[in-house]
């Protein structure tokens, strides 16, 4: 066609260009959209699979108390905010996700279930004190035995406020040695005194049982 004809004639095909272009342009933003959708549901089970175990592994071997698993307000706030972007921010989110749960199974795989927490002061020092404690009863058993009969007495005085301060010191001295590191550290000394006075009532109380039995 020529002429004035040819103008309405080109408009048309130019609109009908334009209308296929929007069509492909639709049809790819829409699978591109599914695409999106599926590798953001197939990241969220993946997601899932992996916090369920470690969960159960936080409370039973870690003894994470259940509520602290739970995301606080905040937390929901900052990843609903993430992921307010469309598919394509829900995807990077899950994937996030992922990396911070490969990085979290990594970091449970290097500690045991005995090193879950560290030790409390007491606790700790009590594994000091207590060796300490139980050489002086071995000792005064020891002597004891083979102290004479008539000195018996001056060996129980001298044992019984020498030896247990001989060994609260030197566990007090042992734990700012191994746990100080030039820090000041609990040397929790009641928990010292307890524990090191402790055989010079065991060996009280087995004298004194001997002596009325015989």
Known sequence: MTGPQSDPWAGYLDAAKRLDALRRAATD??????????AAQQELATVRARLAPQQARLMQD???????????PAEQAAAAQTVAGGPIAVLAGLRQARGTADAADATMLGRGPLQRA???????????????????????????????AGS???????????????????????????YGGGTKV???????????LTPVLLTCMGVGLMAFFN
């Open 186 to 196: 609990d040397r929790t000394p009641l928990v010292g005194l307890v524990a090191c």
């Open 152 to 178: 018996l007495p001056t060996y129980a005085l001298i044992c019984g406020l020498s030896m247990p301060a001989l060994a609260f010191g030197l566990g007090w001295l042992t734990i700012g040695f191994v």
């Open 29 to 38: 933003a829409a699978g591109e959209y599914d695409k999106t959708m599926q």
């Open 118 to 148: 560290p030790l409390r002061p007491w606790a700790r020092n009590l594994l000091v004190y207590g060796p300490f404690a139980a050489a002086v009863l071995i000792v005064q058993i020891v002597l004891y035995l083979v102290a004479p």
């Open 62 to 72: 870690f003894g994470v108390p259940a509520n602290e698993l739970v995301p606080s």
